[in-house]
DNA sequence: TATGAATGAGGCTTCATTCAT
DNA sequence: TATGAATGAAGCCTCATTCAT
C-alpha cells in the first residue's frame, strides 16, 4: 500500500536514526518490541482486542512485565498495531478523492481497505468492539469517515450512486464487513471481495453487468468460517 | 409449514408431558429454569455470549448452582435461549418456500429472520463467536442454510437472482450482518434493514427501482453502535 | 467500654435475630466472616491499613475470592474493622460531654479513646494513613473532632484548659499518638498513658501536682517499640 | 562540639580522600551518588521510606542498576540519605550539653533537631517504620537517646524537669512526633512546634506562663495532614 | 562502568465451577 | 432440592532485583 512512511501518521516509530529523539534503543529491546507488535497483532486477529495481555506476552517468548516497559498499557499496544494500518487508510483515501469518477474512486478505496486490514504486513483487524482510548483505532475510524462521505456525497452528484444511500449505510455496512476478517484470515482471506461487490452493486444507481471477484466460499470454508471460533 | 412442534430441533427442551423423559419437574423447578433463560436471553443479548453465569444467576434470581442444576454448562444454556428462535426461523423458512416467488420469497425471509432475532420473545442474537458445542446454534445455521440455499437457487432459476452468487455469498453475508444486531439493540433496533436492503438489491438480476427501508443511521447513532463498547 | 450495642452506629452487623432483614446467613459464612474480621485486625493493627489482603485471606485461613464476596473492596472491610471502635468513641464522647468539669471530661474521654483502640475485642488501629472511602474511619475522626472541640471549648471558658490551645493541636497530637498504638500493642499495651499524661499536663493551666500513670517504657521495650518493625 | 566529622558514624560515607577504602570513584559516578542521595532524600520525604527504587532512579535520571551499583540494597541508601542528619543530630546535642540549664539545653536541643529534620539540606524525616538493619538510623536514635537521657537527668538534678519522667517518655514521644513530620511538610512546615512546646510543658516541675510557638493548625490544614494520603 | 531492559514474584480482582447446608 | 458460599485459576499490573550491552 504505501510505499512510504509518512511520518506524521506514525507517532510510536522512534525509528533509531531520529537524530534529536530519543536515544536508539538497544538491539535486543527492538527485537522485544517487534516480537510484542507482532504477537499482538496474531492475538488481537485471531482471539479480538481483548485478549490477555499476558498471554501476548508469552506468546513473544518475554515477561509479562517486558510488555507493560514497552506499552504501559493495552491501549498503546493497540495503537502500536495499527498505526501502519491507520497509514495505509490514509493514503488510499487521498488517492481515491484524486480520482474523476467517485464510483471508481469509492470502489479503490475500499478494495484498498480492506486489503489493508488483514495480511500479514498490514495490521490485523480489530475483531470486535474495541477498547476506549486507542487512539490510532479512532483517528482510522475518523479517516475512514471522511473519505467515505466524501466519495458518497460527490457520487450523488455524479449520479452513480443511489441518492437515498447515506454515510452511514456505508460507514455501518463496512464496519460490519470488517470485524468480519480474522474469521476469514486462514480460511479464505480474500472472501470479503464478494460480499462487498454485492454491496457496491447494492449501492450503485444503474448496475452494470458486473461479475462478482474472487470464487465463492465453499460450504466447508463457510463452516470453518462461522463455527465456534476454537 | 411446520407448524407443528419438531422434536428434532428441541434437543433439551424437557417438557414436562414427554413420557419416556426425565419425571416431570416440580412447579418451582420449571419456574426457575423459566427465569434462568429469561434472564440468560437478556444477558446473552445485552453483553454477549460471555457474560458471567453469575451474573445471569442473579439476575434470575436463583442461586448459581441452580443454574449449573438446570444448565450443565454454558452450552447447554445457550442451546436453551436459542431454541425457540430455531422455531421461528423452520417456520418463517417452511412458509418462504412455499411462495412463488423465490425472490418474494427470500425478502420475506431475510426480513423475517432478523427481525426473529433481537426480540423480546424471539431470542436475541449472539454476539461474536459462541462457545463450542453450541447445538442449537448450529441447528439455527443448518436450518437457515437450507432455506437460503433453497430459495437462492429457485431464484437464479427464475431468472430474478444474479447466477453468479452462491448460497455461501448470502449465507455469510447474512451471519455478519447478524452479529452486528446486538450493538443495535438498544440504539437503533431496525437499523440492520439498511445494509439488508443494499445486500439484496445486490443479489437481484434486474434491479427494480428500490427504495432503502427505515431511516438511516445518524452519525451519532452510528458512533454509539461502532465506538468503544462502554 | 460501650457495653450496650447502640444500633445507630453498628451499620453492618446483619445479626441472625432481624425479622426483616436479609436472611440468616450461614453458620460457615459468619464463621468465615469473623475469621476474616479478625485477620483483618491484626494485620491492620501490625502492618498498617495497606497490608496485602491476599495475605489477610491467607491469615483468616480462606481463599482470596472469600474475603471479596464478604467485602467488595479494601474501604468495606477497614469499615467493618472499625466500627465498633466507632460505637465506644461515640459512646464515650457523649459520656465525657456530660460531665461537669471539662477537664475531667476531657481527661477521660482521651484515656476512654485510647483504651477503645488497641485491644482484642476493640479495634485495633490504623498505622498510618488510610485508604480513602473508609466512611467509618471518618466518621471517627468526625465525633472525635465534635467531642474535642467541645470540651476544649468549655474547658477554656471554665478556666482550666490554657487559651491558646486549639482544637486542632489536641486533634493532631493525638493523632499522632494514636498512630504509634500498634507498635505498642505487643510490647507495652498501656504505654500511650505516660505521653498522654504529658501532653494533658502540658494543656492545663494551673497543673496540678500531677502523677504519671503506669511505669514508663524500659529502655529495651522502648527500643522494640520505635526500632524496625519486622 | 562534634564540629569535625566523626568517622564513627559515618559509616558509608566513602570519600574519596580516605585512604584505605576503596579507589576513588570517577567524577561522573560522585555525581551519580550525589543526585541519587538527592533524589532519594525527596522521595523518603515525600512518599515514605518505601517508595519505587525504580522511581527515586528516575527522579535522579540515572538508571536503576545504578542505583544499586552505588547502593546494594535499600537500607544502605536509607542510611546514606540520613547520615547528614546524624551529624546535625549529634552537634545539637553536644551543643546542649554544654548549656548551663538543662532545660533550655533540652529545649534548644530538641527544635534543633525538630529543624534539622525536614530541610533541604538536612535529611527528612522517614515516614512509618523503616526496613530492617538501617543502622544510620540506628545510630541516630543511639546518638538522640544519649543527649535525651543525659539533659533529663541534669534537669531533674537542677529540678525544672519533672522527676517522674523518664528518658523514655521523653523518647517516645519525639519519636512518635517525628514520625508525623512527612504529612507536615507541604502543609504547616513548622507546626510540630505547638506539640513539642505542649509536650514540654507538661514536662516541667513549674510551668511559667509559657506561649505556644506559630499559629496553630487551621481545620482545612489539620485535614490535609490527617486524612487519607491521596 | 553505567545503562536500559528483563524478569519473576506478588498484590488485586473476577469468574467458572464445586461444595456444604 | 436449591442455595449461598468457597475456591483456584487466571488476568491485570507494579516492583525489587538481576542481566546483557
Request: aromatic fraction near 6%; proline fraction near 8%.
Amino acid at each position: 500500500m504505501s510505499g512510504t512512511q509518512q511520518p506524521a501518521v506514525c507517532p510510536r516509530s522512534w525509528a533509531a536514526d531520529r537524530p534529536g529523539g530519543p536515544p536508539p534503543r538497544r538491539r535486543d529491546a527492538l527485537r522485544n518490541r517487534e516480537l510484542l507488535v507482532e504477537a499482538a497483532r496474531d492475538a488481537f486477529t485471531a482471539e479480538g482486542l481483548h485478549t490477555s495481555l499476558d498471554r501476548i506476552a508469552r506468546r513473544a517468548g518475554v515477561g509479562s512485565a517486558t510488555l507493560y516497559r514497552h506499552f504501559p498499557n493495552r491501549e498503546a499496544l493497540v495503537d502500536e498495531v495499527y498505526s501502519s494500518t491507520l497509514t495505509d487508510i490514509i493514503t488510499a483515501g487521498d488517492r481515491a478523492l484524486a480520482v474523476q469518477s467517485a464510483w471508481t474512486g469509492l470502489t479503490n478505496y475500499l478494495y484498498a481497505v480492506f486489503a489493508a486490514l488483514p495480511t500479514e504486513r498490514g495490521a490485523g483487524c480489530p475483531a470486535g468492539p474495541w477498547p476506549g482510548g486507542a487512539t490510532t483505532l479512532e483517528l482510522i475510524h475518523v479517516q475512514h469517515r471522511r473519505t467515505v462521505n466524501a466519495l458518497l456525497r460527490q457520487g450523488q452528484r455524479q449520479g452513480t450512486i443511489r441518492p437515498d444511500a447515506t454515510g452511514e449505510d456505508l460507514l455501518f455496512a463496512t464496519a460490519v464487513l470488517g470485524r468480519a476478517l480474522p474469521a476469514l484470515l486462514t480460511t479464505a482471506p480474500t472472501a470479503w471481495r464478494r460480499p462487498l461487490a454485492l454491496l457496491l452493486d447494492g449501492l450503485r444507481t444503474h448496475p452494470a453487468a458486473s461479475r462478482l471477484p474472487t470464487p465463492s466460499l465453499t460450504t466447508d470454508e463457510l463452516d470453518k468460517v462461522l463455527l465456534p471460533a476454537r
